[in-house]
């Protein structure tokens, strides 16, 4: 059997999260107090008691999901023996979630990606005058008619399909006159729905810009390793290794495309059959089972997913 371990994205947070793992094992805890050092805020304490309003904050909720990801992985480590490079085929993570692969395969600091991610969700907050951008999820048209349809929508602004999610999903990002008119053609030619998204910036298109030039100058001052199993980029669908190519593929990702459907066939293309969700939430997981005919979902993100876990390797 072979594994890839995944890491969620945005949208995943919830109050709460990680409290759990926290109150039953001291490396979870420990994991939570670095964070909190490395941003000098108690994260941890708006992650258990919120408001969500404050959580779901993009600068807040990203490295309070990434948080969440290490602490269990560092539980894995010590209750069940878990070795990524000797457990794993590879890495991957959807949008954020790509940090969180590279700290538990040893390529970042948990300290220094709890600051990246900091600096990401503020500068992609920033990238755009609030109400200028959106994002809407087009259901039941394949990748490439969505490509087509944003183009189309796009007259002169950005309009681009910024998550390839799997299941008939994919997510359109752009100003937000054209991610309107997209949705509009995307009905026109026979999409089942067209979703407009809570979200507080147009993430993943070309609106992003500064943000991706702030990740290059945040990413260019802090230590980058060659992680211990390759991670599927998710701008390429391929795995990496050098180091100097992940840092120039995390500054593309901003602007570019997440093809995570692409990401969990070439895994599964590689001989993947369970696909390990690390952290808050169960939604890739949903996506791998929709994605990889035969292949198995499992999220881990709570004492008893630990238990059950550390139980299946005995």
Same mark, same amino acid.
């Given at each position: 059997?072979?594994?890839?371990?995944?890491?969620? &994205?945005?949208?995943?947070?919830?109050?709460?999260?990680?409290?759990?793992?926290?109150?039953?094992?001291?490396?979870?805890?420990?994991?939570?107090?670095?964070?909190?050092?490395?941003?000098?805020?108690?994260?941890?304490?708006?992650? #258990?008691?919120?408001?969500i309003e404050t959580l779901t904050l993009t600068e807040n909720?990203?490295?309070?999901?990434? %948080?969440?990801?290490?602490?269990?992985?560092?539980?894995?480590? %010590?209750?069940?023996?878990?070795?990524?490079?000797?457990?794993?085929?590879?890495?991957?993570?959807?949008?954020? &979630?790509?940090?969180?692969?590279?700290?538990?395969?040893?390529?970042?600091?948990?300290?220094?990606?709890?600051?990246?991610?900091?600096?990401?969700?503020?500068?992609?907050?920033?990238?755009?005058?609030?109400?200028?951008?959106?994002?809407?999820?087009?259901?039941?048209?394949?990748?490439?008619?969505?490509?087509?349809?944003? %183009?189309?929508?796009?007259?002169?602004?950005?309009?681009?399909?910024?998550?390839?999610?799997?299941?008939?999903?994919?997510?359109?990002?752009?100003?937000?006159?054209?991610?309107?008119?997209?949705?509009?053609?995307?009905?026109?030619?026979?999409?089942?729905?067209?979703?407009?998204?809570?979200?507080?910036?147009?993430?993943?298109?070309?609106?992003?810009?500064?943000?991706?030039?702030?990740?290059?100058?945040?990413?260019?001052?802090?230590?980058?390793?060659?992680?211990?199993?390759?991670?599927?980029?998710?701008?390429?669908?391929?795995?990496?290794?050098?180091?100097?190519?992940?840092? !120039? !593929?995390?500054?593309?990702?901003?602007?570019?495309?997440?093809? #995570? !459907?692409?990401?969990?066939?070439?895994?599964?293309?590689?001989?993947?059959?369970?696909?390990?969700?690390?952290?808050?939430?169960?939604?890739?997981?949903?996506?791998? !089972?929709?994605?990889?005919?035969?292949?198995?979902?499992? %999220?881990?993100?709570?004492?008893?997913?630990?238990?059950?876990?550390?139980?299946?390797?005995?």
């Amino acid at each position: 059997m072979s594994a890839a371990f995944t890491f969620p &994205g945005q949208g995943s947070q919830v109050v709460g999260m990680g409290k759990a793992l926290a109150d039953s094992f001291a490396q979870a805890r420990a994991v939570l107090d670095e964070v909190d050092d490395a941003l000098g805020q108690k994260l941890s304490t708006l992650m #258990w008691e919120g408001p969500i309003e404050t959580l779901t904050l993009t600068e807040n909720a990203q490295p309070a999901l990434m %948080a969440v990801s290490l602490a269990t992985m560092r539980v894995l480590e %010590a209750e069940a023996g878990l070795d990524l490079a000797r457990d794993a085929a590879f890495v991957a993570g959807h949008s954020l &979630g790509e940090y969180s692969a590279l700290a538990a395969a040893g390529t970042f600091t948990i300290a220094d990606t709890a600051r990246l991610l900091r600096v990401r969700g503020r500068a992609m907050q920033a990238a755009t005058p609030v109400g200028t951008g959106a994002m809407a999820a087009i259901l039941g048209l394949e990748f490439g008619d969505v490509v087509t349809v944003a %183009a189309e929508a796009a007259q002169d602004e950005v309009c681009q399909a910024a998550n390839d999610n799997g299941g008939g999903q994919v997510v359109i990002s752009g100003h937000k006159g054209a991610v309107e008119r997209a949705c509009e053609i995307a009905k026109a030619r026979g999409a089942k729905r067209a979703i407009p998204l809570p979200v507080s910036a147009p993430f993943h298109c070309a609106l992003m810009q500064p943000a991706a030039d702030a990740m290059a100058e945040a990413l260019s001052q802090v230590a980058v390793k060659a992680p211990v199993v390759p991670l599927v980029a998710n701008v390429l669908a391929a795995p990496i290794s050098d180091p100097a190519e992940i840092v !120039r !593929r995390l500054v593309e990702q901003v602007t570019g495309t997440v093809r #995570w !459907r692409e990401c969990v066939a070439a895994m599964a293309g590689h001989g993947v059959t369970t696909f390990y969700e690390v952290g808050t939430g169960k939604v890739l997981s949903g996506l791998v !089972r929709r994605i990889a005919d035969g292949a198995s979902g499992i %999220a881990i993100g709570t004492p008893e997913d630990i238990a059950a876990y550390t139980a299946s390797r005995a």
